[in-house]
């Protein structure tokens, strides 16, 4: 870990094989108070040496500012944590056969160490005669004070970046916070998860992995598969992975490096890692055993204090979202279940074709109260054919209590309408009005509620609006007229006013499109501007058929975050009944 964390030091202090004017400056000094031809801030990476301060150097060497290690007298004093002093390389058996004697003619050398705030010796300030040179007392004093001085420019550096990380790991904390706090499922959270992380300095993977009480699932983000999480979707809990241990054992796991990946894991864990090109990885169970999260990173990795601190944080907040996601889903899913069950099955019609169409709100755990119902009534005496009832309504309210109170509303709708004698729409919102008043159903409900009669060659519509958005009727020429007529919303009318019935007539080629808010109802649009977005819609489209239809009118709702559901019923003339 020493190696790593000197190495995460000169990374930290942002200098490399390219000029710094900082640096630069040392060098000059060394030149001046030593009098030497060449000096170098020289700081020893993984595989080369650079020089991010020189002065004398010559071509090549001079313009690319670097040096492999058979080149490099520097890694030995960052092995050896102390200064090098040499007056003649060509005889000192440690350097005798460097390159650097021939290539960049390093006779006399006098290296002090440059180290950060731990210790860690980062590389040497060198001083470098092309002769052999005896370095008196003053000469190392005064570049051992050189040495020091420049040593506080580095950790001055090197705090100043930690600070900016340590800002960066608090704004992380505060995105995360906010951005996970409006996941609405699993995949929509992994792929919020990873959007915190894509900088260039944040990790190359983020994973997700959840119990299923055996071993640990992937979430994966269907737009961003990567090839390991089609091969290894799932982990038994026995298998030899960061993951799988930081789950058996409860606590973080974190591996540095390649070799310690090699040294602590399995060969199918090592293959994995490989496939992705990462080499280091922070594994942190999430609270509650629900699951895993890890971080991965394609080089070796250090994990400051504050780093593990944010990540950890920010585990809380994912097994928060999963927790509150899980809930959802699975209110959803009830609810979901419910308004499926309550929804009719169309009844087929001689003369009339029809469809329906329902989606569930997709916001969170906004489950709504919309339906829609179509049934027929008894045969009359004399009449050629059953009159056919039809409703759409919304439940005012999100929640599985709305989903409840709308099974509710619909079967006392069938009963008021059933119970009297002239099937009145309009009665048979009174009587449900009257039921609002009486029993604790909630703040109210709109609704059209309809009924077609065979009415010589054609069908005759009766309905009754209360506080719906209005139904819209196709007529065979392609014209599309809005039937505005209303009486206020369910629990909205004061006693004493009366709901109204109105009449239309539906020649053969009429479609009649009855519909929730949730199709035309949008943030930052008015109403009554996506109602005649709707009638143009069905205008242009009312000729195909009616699935198709429907499929059109909406169009990217299912695909887009509805607040709302959906309810739309259509009806098509296609015969009059005698």
Known sequence: ???????????????????????????????????????????????????????????????????????????????????????????????????????????GYAGMPLTDADGHVLGSLCAIDHLPRRWTDDELQDLGDLAEACSGELRLRIATEQIRQDRDHAD????????????????????????????????????????????????????????????????????GFPSTRAMREQRTVFVPDHDSLLAGFSPEAVAGYDSLGLSSVLCVPLPGGLGVLMWCWPDPHVLTVTERAALTAVAGYVSQAVERTLFVESRLSTAERLQAAMLTDLPDVPGLDISALYLPATYQDMVGGDWYDAYLLPRLPAAPQRALMLSIGDIIGHDVQAAVVMGQVRSMLRQATLGHPEHSPAAALDAVDSSFDALPLGPGATAVHARLDPDGGRWRLTWSNAGHPPPLLRTPDGRVSVLGEHDLLLLGAPSGLPRHDHTHGLPRGSVL?????????????????????????????????????????????ADASQRDDVAVLVVRVTEGVE
Do not use: N
């Open 1 to 107: 870990m020493g190696e790593l964390r000197r190495l995460e030091a000169l990374r930290l202090a942002g200098l490399t094989a390219a000029a710094d004017p900082g640096m630069d400056r040392f060098a000059r000094l060394v030149t001046r108070f030593l009098r030497v031809p060449v000096s170098l801030v020289s700081l020893l990476e993984a595989d080369r040496q650079v020089f991010p301060g020189m002065i004398g150097l010559a071509e090549p060497w001079a313009g690319r500012r670097e040096t492999p290690l058979s080149h490099s007298f520097c890694q030995h004093v960052v092995d050896d944590g102390r200064p090098l002093i040499i007056e003649d390389t060509r005889v000192y058996p440690r350097t005798c056969a460097s390159l650097a004697i021939p290539d960049l003619k390093v006779i």
């Open 513 to 557: 499109l009855l519909y929730t808010d949730g199709l035309v109802e949008r943030r930052d649009t008015d109403i009554d501007a996506s109602i005649r977005e709707a009638a143009s819609t069905l205008a242009e489209y009312g000729h195909q058929p009616l699935p198709l239809l429907l499929e059109t009118l909406s169009h990217g709702l």
């Open 172 to 239: 992380l904390l505060l995105r995360a916070s906010v951005e996970l706090g409006h996941s609405r499922e699993l995949t929509d959270l992994i792929r919020r998860l990873r959007g915190l992380f894509d900088g260039p300095d944040d990790p190359a993977f983020v994973g997700l992995l959840l119990s299923d009480g055996q071993g640990l699932r992937r979430v994966v983000d269907p737009d961003d598969v990567l090839p390991v999480e089609t091969v290894i979707d799932r982990l038994d809990l026995g298998a």
